[in-house]
């Protein structure tokens, strides 16, 4: 049967206007529990949707002994969506109305209820209500569109239990309504429906206490967890905001946090004003609740309250919250000594637009109260404050890494209010810590997916006639690979040979990604999320699954593989005479390792073709190296370290710094041309949709320390021009003093800006700076980052090799991709080195306390940050000590340098310190750094103590706390 | 317009049928046809009646939107008009209706020039910026006669059955104006049509005059007076119809009679909305398939 009702509903659309909309209640809803006999069989629309469960056994309630379903409000699902996705939890019946206003509230839990819905062994069921003849109802005269929907959700409560009662069954199965919402709950008891707060009722889950931890804490409208004095000031209401912001009064922009001092901040305000691009926030009540990547309003300072970004170190590690008078003076310190050049626009937060709260990783502090179930949280972001959460099981979480989830922040409390979300591991543990990396960086890496993997090619896979069509056959070219050793994923291949007419003919054949990965399907879709592959110290994260990536992509030797092949005739001055690029197959005649292709170019013995083709090759390398470099091209340096793993434990046994070779540059020589060949045809082919990257040239502000460090040493640095700032850094040499040219071109990378992925009809500034070519773009490492299959792409619909389609076209779809792939890249880094930085505490972990040799990299107002080059280890050493005197202290911005007592600490100064893995602090295990030589008055205190073992701070620490 | 044509002995027996007060279908002088009123036919409006008298059927939409007020005018709300008499007859298909329709429309504007017969300041949002525009659409859906009579009782009928959306005007602290709706349906604006008028048509046949002529009845008379009449007897507004002459007697006879029929068309109209209204919701639609 089909009744047909209309019912109103006005929308604001510009104008207003009356929409009409038909709605049809049907009488053949399934209520969708296995048990029932009355409701049709196959649910409408075919598929056999997952029910709900015929004798819901779930966990023993001690409300409600016997079978039951819930049934949730919106706002519990909104806030304890944590908690229904608890395994535990099972047979929920979800009704249309709540999945509605969840919807339109926040996409993010939409989609989890959804997710929870499609898994089977949940059995959460969603019921359109709606739709249903007996539970539609209409809104009443007087009646908000609230109260409407929750006695739309009570009328459905009501149905379920009298539709359940008819089920002829020896148990009886309820419906139990779980709703935060006092006068909800009130209405549904004289009602007669079964009601219980989401609290009442997971505390009666008396089998599984541990749920109790993973309920938000959401203050019931106005009542405030506790009293105490209010902190902050009140945000001023969205509404007000967006006046403000179109006003001017406000600017709005995105809040970050400082990782190292938790109390100040800059809010980089959107649009494209020159003007306070970057604002100061500077103390906890300017700060105001905002959390790191939230979008704020800021209000800026009358011009004599502005501040300057202060270099002071400050670490957030208050237990006692209450004591507020500690912090003023705490801000105090932030405020000395200011330099009138450096105030910069300062401000304070007066509003949140957008939250952009995660689950955050980190470890539980555990509350110095026994028994206490309130313990603070300390993220391992330093940038995110402390999370005040409820548990129960601290003792068993502590030394654990979890996962927290943030539910509020009052006026009152010194610190947001969060809850438990999910225990990650024991904090040390190798595979946690992997995890919190790869989590702490946005990098996904779960394993593909059933719908991804459906999409790569079968096994045996082979080439077919099909393929060699429109396919060069290069097989009988001597082709070989050159890569890292242990590398599986091997994405180019080189070859060089003489042709008759004197010149040579050099390829480079990059694995065709792109006949694989074909655009839209799901294996493309997960690729482009990932964005690029990640290496991090022990394990790699791919970017396409294994099956391409370290085989049917990968150009292993002596077997056929389709490539992309850029093939140039050059004469013997490396001058490139023609290019042509082709679709092709290849057969490498070797995999070999930088060290095996440096031994084979340099051992006279061997004069096979494969030799002479790297000969020639390396012969080529060279010219076009010294070209690039006579250009401008930048030669900078980065301390990298290899770890030595163990093969049992997979722990570091050794380090050794990254040696470079001859062969190295020489493949990176190649590449770079490939890509630059790559980069002009596209962008010929397509000006406004071609996929390149760029790299601007920095402000000259930033080579400030650069130079100035450099004057310290006596020598000039220019950096009027790449050409310059290259010339000058090679001139920059000390016969006394070999490493500073090193240490000179680390503090040159620093000064450096990203390197960003663009699309051409997006931007006019084509330039890449460090690599002095006025066109770059990535093209030759497909298997690995997803920017290249891009670029192959328009490429082979540049030679016609393949078709082109819309999305390839469009360039705002381009640029959205350009800065996806360009924050995949930045968190990729950044995962790479906290990687690295883990195994480091790792090596030294069993290597006690080590002495080594440094140089002094950066001054700061309290510290120093020294670089070890033997580890490429690069750490801090703070003067400033809680439990000690305060050395005297004094800065000069000048030169940079610090004047500790009567030593004064220089950039570039050589020093000794003694390193060691300060683990008295499990949340951040660091690498502590204390200064052995100079010795420095009232320091002696850290070297006697460093000669001991570490294991004695932990004692005198908590001495400390009592205090 | 739709006529009949009729024959000189048709033409007699209507006019001495008339002299006698008695009309063909059995009504005096003075007596309108059997009318249907409902109202809300048409959902996504903001007012709809349906009117049949007789054989003639109207259908009224009103539909309120946001417009900008008349220069002469800023503190008011207006109404416009528009007829579409294509679905009546064949003749009338197209582009042939226009003349008629806006023939009728300007009848309307100037039934409703009255200053008081809609309160055009409640339709006011904020001056000179935003008032509501009530478009008025009337649909000629058959024709049978006295088509004045049945439209004006439609219109005062929709005008009745009118729900506004309920607007607020928020303004800070700079001036700028933003129009806030109100998100429950129920918060509405009615208007008051008591000083509504209705229109009275008052066909001269032969020496008498009738009332809620039918097509027959029009075909047999020379002139008509269409006399707008408000619920207290007010007459709004008047004109003459027809190609025939009427001499002043007449014209005060007519006018008399108009005011007395138009009165009681008025409480007769008014009880029948009353009634419909406190039906409430649970009244069953008849529409247009009943």
Redesign the interface.
Same mark, same amino acid.
């Given at each position: 049967m089909l009744t047909s009702r =209309?019912f +109103? @509903? /006005?929308t /604001?659309a510009g104008? +207003?206007v @009356?929409? +009409?909309r038909e709605h049809y209640l049907r009488d053949d809803i399934a209520c969708g529990a296995a048990a029932c006999r009355l409701c049709p069989r196959a649910a409408p629309g075919g598929g056999s949707a997952p029910g709900l469960e015929a004798r819901p056994g779930g966990p023993g309630s001690s409300l409600c002994p016997g079978p039951h379903f819930l049934l949730p409000d919106t706002n519990l699902l909104l806030h304890q969506i944590d908690i229904l996705e608890d395994p535990v939890i099972k047979n929920v019946i979800v009704l249309q109305t709540v999945l509605q206003e969840v919807r339109n509230r926040s996409a993010p839990v939409y989609k989890r209820i959804r997710d929870l819905i499609q898994n089977p062994e949940k059995h959460f069921y969603s019921f359109t209500n709606e739709h249903h003849r007996d539970t539609y109802i !209409? %809104?009443k /005269?007087? !009646? =908000?569109?609230n109260d409407r929907n929750d006695r739309a959700i009570r009328v459905a409560v009501k149905w379920y239990n009298e539709h359940l009662k008819k089920i002829e069954d020896e148990e009886k199965t309820q419906v139990i309504f779980l709703t935060n919402d006092r006068i909800n709950k009130e209405k549904a008891l004289e009602e007669g429906i079964t009601a219980y707060t989401c609290e009442e009722y997971i505390k009666s889950l008396t089998a599984n206490p541990e749920l109790v931890d993973r309920l938000a804490c959401v203050s019931d409208e106005g009542k405030e967890i506790e009293g105490g004095k209010i902190i902050f000031p009140e945000h001023i209401p969205l509404s007000k905001l967006q %006046?403000g912001i179109k006003?001017g009064i406000y600017l709005q922009g995105t809040y970050r946090a400082n990782r190292e001092n938790y109390l100040e901040a800059t809010v980089w305000v959107h649009g494209d004003a020159e003007e306070n691009k970057e604002i100061i926030v500077q103390g906890l009540k300017h700060l105001n609740r905002a959390i790191h990547e939230d979008v704020v309003a800021v209000e800026l300072l009358a011009k004599d309250e502005w501040v300057a970004p202060s270099s002071v170190v400050l670490q957030d590690d208050g237990q006692n919250e209450e004591n507020i008078e500690n912090e003023e003076e705490k801000e105090n310190i932030l405020k000395t000594s200011i330099n009138k050049d450096m105030l910069r626009p300062t401000g304070r937060v007066v509003g949140i637009i957008k939250r952009n709260w995660r689950p955050y990783c980190g470890m539980l502090s555990k509350s110095q109260i026994k028994e206490a179930r309130r313990h603070l949280f300390t993220p391992a972001d330093r940038r995110i404050p402390r999370i005040r959460i409820e548990t129960r099981q601290a003792d068993a979480l502590e030394g654990q890494r979890i996962i927290v989830a943030i539910d509020g922040w009052p006026r009152n409390s010194r610190y947001p209010n969060g809850h438990f979300v999910k225990n990650l591991g024991s904090a040390g543990d190798k595979e946690t810590e992997t995890e919190v990396l790869l989590l702490e960086h946005d990098v996904p890496h779960q394993a593909f997916s059933q719908a991804v993997l459906s999409f790569l090619p079968k096994m045996p896979w082979s080439i077919t006639e099909e393929d060699m069509k429109h396919r060069e056959d290069l097989r009988h070219l001597n082709v070989c690979s050159v890569d890292p050793p242990g590398c599986t994923d091997i994405d180019d291949a080189l070859h060089c040979r003489e042709i008759g007419n004197g010149n040579l003919e050099v390829g480079v054949h990059i694995a065709d990604v792109s006949h694989f990965i074909r655009p839209g399907n799901a294996l493309d879709e997960e690729s482009v999320k990932r964005g690029t592959t990640v290496y991090l110290c022990e394990k790699r994260i791919d970017m396409v699954p294994e099956l391409l990536s370290s085989n049917l992509c990968s150009l292993r030797s002596n077997v056929d593989r389709l490539a992309f092949s850029c093939i140039w005739e050059m004469n013997h001055k490396a001058e490139i005479l023609k290019t042509r690029f082709t679709k092709s197959i290849i057969n490498s005649r070797a995999s070999l390792t930088y060290a095996e292709a440096q031994m084979r170019i340099d051992s006279a013995t061997m004069n096979d073709d494969i030799t002479t083709s790297l000969r020639g090759l390396n012969k080529l390398a060279k010219i076009l190296k010294k070209k690039r470099i006579d250009n401008g091209a930048l030669t900078l340096a980065s301390p990298e370290v290899r770890f030595h793993m163990d093969s049992e434990t997979h722990d570091p046994i050794d380090l050794q710094t990254k040696e470079l070779k001859e062969t190295n540059s020489m493949v990176e020589e190649f590449m770079l041309l490939a890509n630059i060949s790559v980069a002009q045809k596209i962008y010929d082919e397509f000006p406004e949709f071609a996929l390149l990257r760029k790299h601007p040239a920095p402000p000259p502000s930033n080579y400030d320390i650069l130079v100035k460090a450099a004057k310290s040493k006596n020598l000039e640095i220019k950096t009027d021009s790449a050409k310059a700032l290259a010339e000058s850094l090679d001139k920059a040499e000390s016969p006394t003093f070999p490493y500073l040219n090193t240490l000179l071109r680390i503090l040159t990378t620093r000064c450096m800006m990203q390197a960003v992925y663009f699309c051409s009809g997006m931007d006019n500034d084509f330039h890449h700076y460090g690599l002095a070519s006025p066109i770059y773009t990535h093209f030759t490492s497909p298997i690995r980052r997803y920017a290249d299959i891009i670029v192959h792409r328009l490429l082979a619909v540049a030679i016609g090799a393949d078709s082109t389609y819309p999305d390839l076209t469009d360039k705002h779809k381009l640029a959205e991709m350009c800065k996806n792939l360009n924050y995949r890249h930045k968190m990729a880094q950044y995962a790479q080195r906290a990687s690295v930085a883990f195994h480091t505490q790792l090596f030294f972990k069993t290597k006690g306390v080590v002495n080594e040799d440094a140089y002094i990299l950066f001054v700061r107002k309290n510290a120093i940050v020294v670089l070890i080059p033997r580890y490429g280890l690069e750490g801090t050493v703070f003067f400033e000590e809680k439990d000690k005197p305060t050395p005297k202290l004094e800065y000069n911005s000048e030169v940079p340098s610090l004047t500790v007592e009567d030593t004064t600490l220089c950039v570039f100064d050589k020093v000794k310190v003694n390193v060691m893995l300060d683990d008295s602090n499990i949340q951040h295990q660091k690498m502590r750094m204390v200064l052995v030589e100079p010795k420095i008055l009232g320091n002696d205190m850290h070297a006697s103590l460093s000669a001991e073992a570490s294991s004695k701070e932990e004692p005198e620490k908590k001495k400390m706390r009592q205090k | 317009m739709a006529s009949v044509v009729l024959s000189e002995a048709e033409k007699l027996y209507i006019v001495h049928g008339v002299q006698e007060d008695l009309r063909v279908d059995g009504r005096g002088c003075e007596d309108y046809r059997c009318a249907e009123v409902e109202t809300d036919v048409v959902s996504n409006t903001s007012g709809s009646a349906r009117v049949k008298l007789g054989e003639t059927d109207i259908l009224v939409g009103i539909k309120a939107e946001m417009g900008t007020p008349k220069l002469e005018k800023p503190d008011e709300g207006y109404l416009e008009f528009f007829v579409d008499c294509s679905s009546n007859s064949p003749e009338l298909e197209g582009r042939g209706g226009e003349e008629l329709g806006t023939d009728i429309a300007n009848t309307l504007y100037r039934i409703f020039s009255c200053e008081n017969s809609v309160d055009l300041k409640s339709l006011c949002i904020n001056p000179k910026e935003h008032c509501w525009v009530l478009y008025v659409d009337v649909l000629l859906l058959e024709c049978g006669g006295n088509i004045f009579d049945a439209i004006s009782i439609a219109v005062k009928a929709a005008l009745f059955n009118t729900r506004i959306p309920k607007v607020r005007v928020l303004e800070d602290e700079e001036g700028t104006k933003e129009i806030e709706l109100s998100d429950d349906p129920y918060d509405c604006i009615r208007l008051n049509i008591d000083e509504v008028p209705c229109v009275v048509t008052l066909s001269k046949i032969g020496y008498r005059h009738v009332v809620d002529a039918t097509l027959q009845e029009e075909a047999c008379s020379l002139a008509s007076l269409l006399i707008s009449v408000t619920s207290k007897g007010a007459i709004t507004s008047m004109k003459k119809v027809g190609k025939g002459s009427l001499d002043p007697e007449s014209i005060f006879e007519m006018m008399e009679t108009g005011q007395r029929v138009g009165k009681s068309l008025h409480i007769a109209l008014q009880k029948i909305l009353d009634e419909e209204e406190n039906l409430g919701t649970s009244r069953p639609k008849v529409g247009f398939l009943g």
């Open positions: =209309t +109103v @509903k /006005r /604001r104008a +207003v @009356k929409v +009409v !209409e %809104q /005269r007087g !009646e =908000t569109s %006046q006003s | -």
